[in-house]
Structures are given as structure tokens and as C-alpha cells.
DNA sequence: TGCCTTATATATCGAACGATACATAAGCCA
DNA sequence: TGGCTTATGTATCGTTCGATATATAAGGCA
């Protein structure tokens, strides 16, 4: 879009990239512990540059909340809406879901929004309505899925979309907890087939 | 047990109910944003006084964990094991589920270790076996009060107990978040009638 | 080449942080 | 009552917090 500007000295970062680190930290962190020492170091940059780029530390946050929603960063839902076979589509959601709750990269489990996010909700303004329009884009997404099979016919007509789709964010829930509590990736990945089972039975 | 000591000036402040004020601080604020000015205001002490009686912030911290895992303080599971009829626990347990996500007693949203303590696994040591056993402990307990029910004849012999409680948890966990993202009551309580008959069918 | 604009680097600001030193007060026990 | 122990109140410690003032560097444009 503003790509084409070129007034003035040009940056020796990455927007992009330091947002992503920052994202990083607030996520490993937490709002409150995530210093601007622990920021900057991460982002590779210094206290002026990130003040003059993102805005002060709340901004910056916003920002990566953002970043988060529109770059299509949680993988399970991702993994769900790419695979044509329903069956294996709720399972390759429970698997990234597990995945994402288990490993981390850069230090970071769970997800972004409902593990670290969602804490700072009453904290610091702007995050609720995020939080909130995240939710039901999730929810939608993941229901529509689901209509989109009983147009194929795959399910019946009287198939509950929204209930199942809200049983599967309930189940991402559940596993972030679990993920965050220290639980290992067996020790979730046994129940993946009953409750693909649930999700679809009728 | 050790309340007939006698030495030295006894505390003129109640030593539980200024952990519970801490634990609501901390469940409102998280670890790093209550600061021990919000800390020592809300428990009506000085600094010092909290020092001698509870330890540093951690130890704190640490403490108001152990209450609330020891106080009973889960609504949802005491409804839930209170109630004879297995069909109207499930329902008080969902009903005490949403209430808790929804109501703020003195601002705290939620399940103080599902939404708040969760977050800390990674930066306080001590953290994370305490959340990981009061998990094991959690999903003990419904898949006990299942277990109960075969027992009784009211649910049959290969009634998937511990798939079922696991299903609660993550039922639980959805209604957590939803009600930290801003959800109303009456939006949630619509489905408890579906999600009641999820978790019995068979 | 100067001029304008924007980014960088250094140094540092006042405020709030977690945590204590010190002197005093309150109850038990000899 | 005098000594012991523990809690309280005041005042303040050194650190780190988030955020900036200032001067310099880098590029586009005239």
C-alpha cells in the first residue's frame, strides 16, 4: 500500500519481523511481564525506534494482536478448513490443536489469544472487542465448515453445526490448559479418535 | 492445628481472609500487574506485616494457589457433586460454570487457575505442578462422580466415564474464555439443554 | 550541494517497583 | 515488673519500569 514512500532515513528493520518477535514476548511473558528491555532485545531494535514504528507499549500490543487475527496464525483452524474429508479434517484440528498446545516455538505454547491475550481483557483497553470479534470469527469459520458438508451431503441436514463447532472450541480450550499445564503430546493424542467420533456422531 | 500459639503480639488482621483479598488481587490483576501496593491495600496490611506472615510476592502467590485448590472454591465441581440426579448435576455444573465466567465477585472473572495461574506456569517456579495436579484432581473428580452412577445402575456399564469428564473440562474451559472475552449469561445458557444431553448420550 | 524528513544512538528522566532497616508496641512468661 | 518474642508503622533502600530529550546519521528532492 505506503510500500512506495520514501521520505526520509528508511529503517534498517523489518516492521513485520519485529512485530512478530514482540508477539513472541507478550505471548511467553504476558502483557505486564514483557518488559521494554525484554522487547527491544527481542525486536532487535532500540527504546526510540520502537516508540517511533509501533507507538507505546500498549499500541505495540494491539498491533500484535492484530497481526495475529489476520495473518491466519492459529494453525488448527487453518488445518481444518484445507482437508476435503470432514472425518480427517476434525482430526487434523485436534492434532494441530495439540501440536500448538505442546510445542513451542520461540518459547510460546498455547495460543496467542486464548492463553495470554485473553487475561489482559479488563487490563488494557482494546483488547475486549478484539478478543471478542476473534471468537466469533472462530466459531463462524468452524460452523460454516460444517454447513458447507451438509451441502455436499456428507452430513445429514439436521446436523447441529453450531453446537459441534462450539464442542470444538471448547476441545481447543481444553487442550491449551492442558498444554500449558505441562501435559504431553501422548498423553493427549490417545482420546483424538473418540472425539472425532463425538464431534460427528448423530 | 498450631492456632494456640501464644508468643510475641498476636496479628491484628485475619490471616486467611487477607489471602483471600490477595487471591482476588491476583485473580483481577495477574501476578505481575498486582503490584504489592495493590497487594498490602487490598489485604489491609503493611508492607512489612505481609513479609512476615506470607514471604516474598512469590511465596504469596503461591500461597493463594494452595487456598483456593484446598477451599473448595471450584463452584462448578462442588454443584456438580452435590447433586444426586446426574442429569440435573451436569446442569448445575454448566449453569455454575456460566455464572462463574460471567459474574465478578469483587472483579474477579472466571476460574482463578484456568484463566489466571494458567499463565504463569512458564515464570514462577512453583506454578506448574501445583495447576498440573489440580487438573489430575479436577477430571478425578468427574470421572468419580460417573463412575458412581454405573455404579448405581442410572448409567450403563460402558458409559465412557473419563471421556465424558474430560468433555466437562474442556466444556468448562470454553465458557471461561467466552465469559473473559465479554459473552453475556442468557447467550451461553442457551445451550446448556443440548450440551447436557452430549454428555449423557450414548 | 544544501535542505527537509525520518530513523537511529546515547543518555537519562520521574515514577513505581519489590523488598527492608529501624524503632516501637503488644502480649506471654518468669 | 522486666525480659522475651513477634507484629506493626514509618521511612526508605536500590532497581527497574515505561517513556523521552537531544544530537547525529541516512536518504530523497530541489
Known amino acids: 500500500m505506503n510500500d512506495t514512500k520514501k521520505i526520509g532515513r528508511p529503517r534498517n528493520f523489518d516492521y513485520g519481523e519485529a512485530l512478530v518477535q514482540a508477539m513472541s514476548v507478550f505471548w511467553t511473558k504476558g502483557y505486564d511481564g514483557a518488559s521494554l528491555r ?3 532485545q527481542a525486536m532487535g531494535i532500540t527504546g526510540p525506534s520502537l516508540y517511533a514504528a509501533f507507538g507505546d507499549k500498549r499500541e505495540l500490543y494491539l498491533k500484535t494482536i492484530d497481526h495475529y487475527c489476520n495473518a491466519d ?3 488448527p483452524i487453518v488445518a481444518f478448513e484445507g482437508e476435503d474429508d470432514i472425518e480427517k479434517a476434525i482430526h487434523d484440528f485436534l492434532a494441530e490443536v495439540i501440536r ?3 510445542e513451542h516455538a520461540s518459547g510460546a505454547k498455547g495460543c496467542f489469544l486464548a492463553s495470554c491475550v485473553v487475561t489482559t481483557v479488563g487490563q488494557v483497553d482494546g483488547v475486549a472487542e478484539r478478543v471478542e470479534a476473534a471468537i466469533d470469527d472462530t466459531e463462524q469459520r468452524l460452523v460454516a465448515r460444517f454447513e458447507c458438508e451438509i451441502e455436499k451431503g456428507t452430513l445429514p441436514p439436521d ?3 453450531r453446537e459441534r463447532a462450539a464442542l470444538l472450541f471448547d476441545i481447543r480450550q481444553g487442550y491449551m490448559f492442558r498444554g500449558r499445564a505441562g501435559w504431553n503430546k501422548d ?4 482420546d483424538i479418535g473418540a472425539r472425532v467420533r463425538m464431534v460427528l456422531s448423530h
Not at 187 to 190: H, V
Open 100 to 102: 500448538s498446545a505442546t
Open 73 to 75: 496464525a492459529c494453525a
Open 159 to 161: 446436523f447441529p453445526s
Open 38 to 40: 525484554d522487547l527491544t
Open 187 to 190: 498423553r493427549m493424542q490417545k
